[in-house]
């Protein structure tokens, strides 16, 4: 038996009416939804901290949540694991012509065109399905990500800028908005347009840039966390905690903590 008829096993054991789980036998496609997501946040989340040894475990759980909708599946006579490997097989093979085949492409740009574009030919020969090139987005994506993909979509038809600098000016342009509503006294409601229009400049900026916003904000928190988390042991050292200092002290800690975390970088 190998590894993966092993899993299969174990999963089947685990759904067993009389014998297996009682949690995982009351399961369903969407109380598992979730779960698949925070263990695809975990493998993201190993893979930044270099960690090896949890990237393979957290890989191993997401793993786990590809067999268990396939066994949902298949107990409901839709299709099973190894139907699930066939269909990636065929896309796989599909969309790598230049691989499979005997196309051609010069470079990873390319690439990523021609993937689009087998992407777009799929998207239109399903039945009933529309023309928008939006199509396939899906809107469970986070916010950051799904707008970087709608803009991707959106500069594949040409609606796009030309150079860095104009999507910084706009960057500028929403934030002045931001600004001007702020000093109207604006309703809460015109207040959140103006801020999600914003953040959607500056999604779109780290795009063109080709820097993953997900991923950029995710590096922020972390090193926000981290600065914060020094302030409050230099803090818990004297007997105090942040909540015992004032601004001008914290704000004094916050530049220490960034000086320290350049010295070690």
């Known amino acids: 038996m190998t590894g993966v008829e092993h899993l299969l096993a174990i999963m089947a054991r685990l759904r067993d009416p009389e014998h297996g789980c009682p949690w995982d036998r009351e399961q369903t496609f969407a109380s598992i939804a979730p779960h698949t997501i925070e263990e695809a946040y975990e493998v993201a989340e190993a893979i930044a901290r270099g960690d090896m040894g949890d990237l393979r475990d957290e890989l191993g759980d997401l793993l786990f949540q590809v067999v268990f909708y396939a066994r949902l599946a298949e107990e409901a006579g839709i299709f099973d694991f190894a139907a699930v490997v066939a269909a ?21 740009q390319q690439q990523r065109l021609e993937w689009e574009r087998h992407k777009a030919a799929e998207r239109a020969a399903k039945p009933g399905g529309t023309a928008s090139v939006f199509d396939g987005v899906t809107s469970a994506l986070p916010a950051l990500s799904r707008a970087v993909k709608l803009q991707r979509r959106a500069a594949q038809v040409g609606f796009d800028w030309r150079h860095l600098e104009e999507v910084a000016d706009k960057v500028e342009e929403e934030l002045g908005e931001v600004r001007a509503e702020i000093a109207a006294g604006g309703e809460r409601a015109r207040l959140s347009h103006e801020i999600g229009d914003l953040l959607l400049a500056c999604s779109n900026l780290a795009r063109f840039a080709d820097i993953d916003p997900e991923t950029a904000l995710r590096d922020a928190n972390r090193r926000f966390e981290s600065r914060f988390r020094r302030m409050e042991l230099w803090l818990a050292a004297e007997g105090r905690t942040p909540e015992q200092s004032d601004l001008a002290e914290l704000e004094r800690l916050w530049q220490r903590a960034k000086q320290e975390e350049r010295r070690e970088a």
């Open 88 to 108: 990636i097989v065929a896309k796989l093979t599909r969309r790598h012509p230049h691989v499979f085949g005997d196309a051609q492409v010069e470079d990873a």
